[in-house]
């Protein structure tokens, strides 16, 4: 089984719909990130959370909000998505280590909005 | 603000042969970590090879090396016998040593590996 888990894989929304992306994690981490990934762009920072209370907004957070529900758990939610809200999106989470902490991505979302 | 700048947006080598992809960085701090991400077709980011800014020694994986110049900010990535499984599109990437571990991506180099 994947440890780091989003759900759904693709979605197809229309304008000022709300959406939500989940992801879910069995790695026990305790930091979980979104990132929002274009053509020409690369990744880039929505939120992060470094744990259950703690959340942090990234690059580019307009537009969005997100829920640290659990440890395991960091949601997404577009509350009225555009279209140019349309990407793939990953969650990755880490581990906190002394000095350096790998990131393990997900396997992605592609949203399309309409 | 840091930076991470990848030149070239797409690439192409021969199978066998051997590709050097580039990336170039701006920061003002001197601990950090450099990656090489490839993202193949199924989307999947996988971490390729790191580097720790205070590491002298070029990192390597198998066939994949790096050429890390400090002094220069430049953080290259070599293949070596390029496999069709290659082709992919490659990240560089940056994140400071301490405090947050936010990482910054470059836009990527698209690699295209010919039979």
């Known amino acids: 089984d994947a440890d780091v888990t989003q759900t759904p894989r693709n979605r197809i929304t229309k304008t000022g719909k709300r959406i939500m992306l989940e992801c879910s994690q069995t790695k026990g981490h305790d930091r979980m990130y979104w990132y929002r990934q274009d053509p020409g762009l690369g990744l880039r920072l929505i939120y992060y959370s470094f744990d259950v209370k703690d959340i942090n907004k990234g690059e580019i957070s307009d537009g969005y909000s997100v829920s640290r529900q659990a440890q395991a758990k960091f949601s997404l939610s577009l509350e009225s998505a555009i279209p140019n809200q349309t990407a793939l999106y990953f969650c990755a989470t880490s581990d906190f280590i002394a000095g350096y902490n790998e990131q393990f991505f997900g396997p992605g979302t592609r949203l399309t909005v309409l | 603000a840091q930076t991470v700048t990848q030149s070239q947006p797409e690439m192409s080598v021969q199978e066998a042969e051997t590709v050097t992809l580039s990336c170039t960085y701006d920061t003002s701090e001197s601990d950090y970590y450099l990656f090489w991400y490839k993202q193949p077709p199924s989307r999947q980011m996988i971490l390729v090879i790191r580097?720790?800014?205070?590491?002298?020694q070029n990192a390597t994986e198998n066939r994949f090396s790096v050429n890390f110049q400090k002094a220069a900010k430049s953080f290259s990535l070599k293949i070596s016998d390029s496999q069709l499984g290659d082709a992919a599109m490659y990240f560089c990437?940056?994140?400071?040593?301490?405090?947050?571990?936010?990482?910054?991506f470059g836009k990527g180099t698209r690699l295209h590996i010919l039979p």
């Open positions: 990437a940056y994140r400071r040593g301490r405090g947050d571990d936010k990482i910054i």
């Open positions: 580097q720790e800014a205070y590491k002298q």
